[in-house]
């Protein structure tokens, strides 16, 4: 009986054992037809990562691994995998991943180190980056994502409709899934910035979140995607190369765009622009934009002269946020073969070439450290159809990676036993990776480095390729005309020398980058911008990839830096002068003329010393400034380095020739030696001499307060540049023959001389009205421009370097105020003068500063179009000879400008104006003039006051300063406007030696350069506009006697 019952018990115990374990495989059975289901693409799934086979230490065979969200799972093998049978997961949010050797790494948690192997070297590359992406992604947050997805159409994958998308496009306002962001990162930052939802949290302000919230995907599919046809549509599962596609043409080439009733119309769409922003009409700024709107277009209204200025104005938070993004995003173009267009649409000369390389893991950061020679695996490499493929070894069928030569953006040449390889070279490529290979022979480097080039460098940019080159690729550049939107060039760099190809052009000049007036990083971390500023060149190098952008930053600053302890691998200035003499001398000529013992006064030597490391590091960033530095401790600056300079001031070469020269008992023969000599001398050393007996003429103008003479400043200065120990009298003696004749040793023209004597002057007067008003010098000359009219409400206040010229002050005002300039405006500064109602249009290359120093009380400056440009540079261009000759009426007025009205009326009287001078004949059969002026020394203004009662209304007015610092004025009158353009056009070609208008203007604004009068430094004046002029009025009427002899 006992038997019977336990064995009802045990059949009951079975047939549950039997349903439990049967509903477990039902379940089991389910799970696996989901998991069957992802990998066919139905929406619902979560989708892996990364999934593959993997070796595990301390297992016989491979494991099934992969990678989904924040976890790592284990399988034993593909079936398990899919019946959903699993060995264990890990969670990232407790895990790291760091690399072991070629093909090996290890995830290490608290519990347990998974040494894990891959079938090859880009397997374990692609293996670290997905779990490095699940490590990440396990220490984010979900706040924002939530916050964002309340919105129905953020839930699914704005391009191919995964759920619950985690990344986003800030600048398209689209949500967008993880396989969709690591394609529109291919599309480059100025297409689509991305942003994690989970991970940059910085980035998610609360106004940034609103504006998912009002546009996102709802209205960002409205517009982008307003004609996909559904044979082009992705889905979750679409390949990589159709989402790359698929999204080329849908951001990039705006193939599916919905077109605004503008589109085409530019003025229009700017129009329209500017109302819109004011709205909250989201949507149409956007589709304003996405049609080719400027974003930085001018408004109309100078107190709001943009777009983003406008939306600020109308208090429009949401607008300003959507602008700030879009700032510098492409416009999409479907005309693929325009020249501006990528690089992918340029077909690229076939290359081949094989061989055995040593490579290391790539990585994506730039390389700080010395990669060992261990570090280095040997692989078979092959450069074949664009496709850089590199092997195990030279029979393996099946390549390790390859690189294509179209995603490559630079290609990089370290400097010799950089690495553990003698010759190294780098590879960047679009997907911000960096690919170091090495070899020991230099010519089979070489070799390599000369085919990868080819292949991935177009016909157009070929000429690049001709010298050799540390670093050569495409960066995004804004330059010239064309600020709008940022365009492709390409860039070389070799040496000091930048060169440049442009789409819109031939092989530009290169730069010289050790002679650049501005070297500076603008904008935040994530939009970095590199500013290159030469005479009249400005160039903006966009860091739209951040790897290869920071390896080009740091190779350009450091050959824009001082190469070594010799002149010519110093900083230059635009005169080859080195710029650490250029800062030493202009601070002692501002603050130190009058200082007694200049010079023979030694500064303190700790100061001196950290002053001398900073400049010799970067001399261009170094600004002195008075309260700061004393001027004994520049002046022995610059005595230390020059005495330190490894070959000396005159070379060693040449030393002995001075000095024997000096012995010459005959002046004008020992001048001649020494003109024959300074000939000799490279030209940085040759400039720089000059450069600094002209500095040393002028200290001894003012020995009666310095009480260092001629004499005084040669004891100094000759053991210093000759490197003596002070016992040979010669090197002295050389220093004080070249002061005392300095105008003829060095060929300086009368001209010269007086511009040399007008800086000194300049500079003594303000410090003497410093000094009286008790005024503290610091600060620029500030001056009032106007912009096109004289008028409250169109002023601005402008600091005036005194290196300033009339193109780079008419670009700050214009920049200010965000007027673009098209192709025929001719924007000039003009001086006005009121009392002679006559306006007289500057020269690009004009200096302002003397210019302010002169102004009277009735006149001042405005910037504006000038209307008659076009006409004279067509006139100049047909026209046979140089010289102009004709009638005219005249009238003269020996008075002041502004003083006094002259007697007598107009007079016919024929002129011949040539390269030199301006004759004034009777009449045409004269055969002597009655009157001759040198050309160079007249001023001629546009207008004839009206109380003069011109004949016509074509006059102008000319103003001559003869020697003796006496003004002559008189009036001309044509018959005809073309015939006073012709005249005017003449004057402005041969006073300026046939440049009337830059050949190649620089169209952008920059930051205003240091303060410099020519190659003096300026301190400026304080107080009112007026209190200025008044005080250079008054100092003009009575120069300083000090100077009245120099």
């Known amino acids: 009986m006992v038997g019977s019952v336990e064995c009802c018990v045990c059949v009951l115990e079975r047939k549950e054992w039997m349903q439990a374990l049967q509903q477990a495989m039902a379940e089991q059975r389910a799970r696996a037809r989901l998991s069957s289901a992802y990998l066919l693409g139905v929406p619902g799934s979560e989708q892996p990562d990364r999934a593959g086979s993997l070796e595990l230490r301390g297992f016989k065979n491979k494991l099934y691994v992969a990678v989904v969200g ?60 997905a779990m490095q992406g699940a490590v990440a992604e396990a220490l984010s947050t979900s706040e924002v994502a939530e916050r964002i997805w309340a919105a129905a159409p953020n839930r699914f994958c704005a391009d191919c409709g995964a759920p619950q998308p985690d990344w986003a496009s800030i600048n398209l306002c689209v949500v967008i899934c993880k396989r969709c962001a690591g394609e529109h990162r291919g599309l480059g930052a100025g297409v689509s910035k991305v942003r994690s939802l989970k991970m ?66 530019q003025e229009e769409l700017d129009k329209a622009l500017c109302a819109a922003v004011t709205t909250t009409d989201l949507a149409e700024t956007q589709a304003l934009l996405g049609c080719g709107a400027g974003i930085s277009c001018f408004s109309g209204d100078p107190e709001a002269p943009t777009p983003l200025a406008l939306a600020e104005q109308a208090g429009q938070t949401l607008q300003m946020e959507f602008l700030r993004n879009n700032r510098t995003t492409e416009v999409p173009r479907l005309d693929s073969m325009k020249p501006l267009e990528k690089h992918y649409s340029v077909i690229l000369p076939t290359v081949s070439h094989s061989g055995f390389l040593y490579k290391t893991a790539s990585a994506g950061k730039l390389l700080q450290d010395r990669r060992a020679r261990e570090e280095f695996s040997r692989r078979w490499c092959v450069l074949s159809d664009g496709v850089l493929s590199y092997y195990e070894n030279e029979r393996a069928v099946t390549p390790n990676g390859e690189i294509r030569a179209s995603e490559i953006v630079c290609l990089a040449v370290p400097l010799p036993d950089t690495h553990g390889f003698e010759h190294t070279f780098e590879v960047y490529t679009e997907g911000e990776r960096l ?16 085919c990868i080039a080819k292949a991935f460098v177009p016909p157009l940019a070929e000429d690049l390729l001709a010298r050799d080159f540390e670093r050569l690729g495409r960066l995004p550049y804004k330059a010239g005309l064309s600020l709008q939107r940022a365009q492709e060039g390409w860039f070389s760099l070799s040496g000091s020398e930048l060169r440049a190809v442009f789409p819109e052009g031939p092989c530009e000049e290169p730069l010289q980058l050790r002679k650049l007036q501005e070297l500076s990083i603008q904008g935040d971390s994530e939009n970095q911008v590199l500013v290159l500023v030469e005479r009249r060149r400005t160039l903006y190098i966009q860091g739209e990839r951040r790897l290869d952008f920071m390896g080009w930053l740091g190779a350009i600053q450091k050959a824009a830096a001082s190469m070594g302890d010799t002149l010519s691998e110093q900083q230059l200035g635009d ?108 030209p940085v050393n040759r400039a720089t001499v000059k450069a600094l007996i002209s500095h040393l003429y002028c200290v001894q103008c003012f020995s009666d307060t310095n009480q260092m003479n001629v004499h005084n400043l040669a004891i100094v200065f000759g053991p210093t540049l000759f490197q003596t120990d002070g016992q040979d009298y010669k090197a002295g003696r050389v220093v004080e023959d070249l002061i005392n004749h300095y105008v003829v040793v060095f060929s300086v023209d009368e001209e010269e001389l007086r511009k040399q004597r007008e800086e000194i002057t300049a500079i003594v007067k303000m410090r003497v009205a410093g000094t009286a008003s008790g005024t503290q010098h610091a600060g620029d000359f500030i001056c009032t421009v106007y912009l096109e009219e004289k008028k409250a409400e169109t002023e601005q206040h402008v600091k005036i370097p005194a290196s300033m010229t009339a193109e780079e002050l ?133 207008g004839v006051k009206k109380k003069l009662r011109p004949p016509t209304c074509w006059g102008f007015t000319v103003v001559h300063e003869t020697e003796k610092h006496e003004k002559q004025q008189w009036y001309l009158c044509c018959d005809t406007q073309m015939e006073l353009r012709e005249w005017f056009a003449t004057f402005l070609f041969v006073q300026h030696d046939g440049l009337v208008w830059p050949s190649e203007p620089s169209r952008v604004s920059r930051a205003v350069p240091e303060v410099r009068l020519g190659s003096v430094s300026l301190i400026p004046l304080r107080g009112s506009e007026n209190e200025m002029r008044r005080s250079v009025a008054a100092f003009t009427a009575d120069p300083l006697s000090l100077l009245r002899n120099v």
């Open 435 to 450: 690919y170091l290979f090495g070899l020991e022979s230099m010519e089979q480097a070489h070799e390599w480095v000369k």
């Open 810 to 942: 008419t670009l700050e005002i214009l920049d200010r105020r965000n007027v673009g300039i098209r192709e025929k405006d001719y924007w000039t500064c003009f001086e006005v003068n009121e009392r002679e109602e006559a306006e007289r249009p500057l020269h690009f290359a004009e200096k302002v500063l003397p210019i302010l120093h002169g102004l009277g009380t009735d006149s001042h400056l405005v910037v504006k179009k000038h209307q008659a440009m076009e006409a004279m540079l067509l006139y100049l261009a047909s026209r046979v000879s140089d010289t102009k000759h004709g009638m005219m009426k005249f009238r003269e007025d020996r008075s002041l400008l502004g003083l006094g009205l002259p007697s007598g009326g107009f007079h016919d009287r024929y002129f011949i104006l040539n390269s030199s001078c301006l004759r004034l004949y009777k009449e045409v059969r004269s055969h002597r003039p009655e009157k001759e002026w040198p050309v160079k020394s007249l001023r001629v203004y546009l």
């Open 70 to 129: 924040d976890k790592v799972q284990l399988y034993k093998n593909l079936e398990e995998y899919h019946l959903g049978i699993g060995i264990t997961f890990i969670d990232m949010s407790v895990g790291n991943v760091k690399e072991v050797d070629r093909r090996s790494f290890d995830l290490t948690t608290p519990y347990r180190i998974f040494s894990f192997s891959a079938d090859s070297e880009l397997e374990k590359e692609q293996w670290l980056e």
């Open 575 to 682: 005169s080859d002068i080195p710029v650490i003499v250029y800062r030493c001398v202009d601070y002692i000529t501002q603050c130190g003329l009058t200082s007694e013992g200049i010079y023979r006064k030694c500064g303190q030597t700790s100061k001196t010393q950290r002053l001398l490391e900073s400049l010799r590091q970067d001399a261009r960033s170094v600004h002195l400034k008075e309260g700061e530095q004393h001027v004994d401790d520049v002046s022995s600056a610059l005595k230390r380095f020059l005495r330190d300079l490894p070959d000396g001031l005159f070379t060693r070469a040449q030393r002995l020739a001075w000095l024997e020269a000096s012995e010459i008992e005959d002046e004008e023969e020992k001048v001649s030696r020494y003109r024959e000599l300074l000939v000799r001398l490279p």
């Open 200 to 265: 940059d949290r910085k980035v998610w302000t609360e106004t940034l979140i609103e504006l998912f919230l009002q546009l996102g995907n709802g209205a960002g599919n409205r517009f982008w995607a307003a004609n996909v046809p559904p044979s082009e549509a992705l889905q979750p599962s679409s390949s990589p190369s159709t989402r790359r596609c698929h999204l080329e043409a849908k951001y990039r080439e705006g193939k599916y765009r919905c077109y605004h009733p503008l589109f085409g119309n």
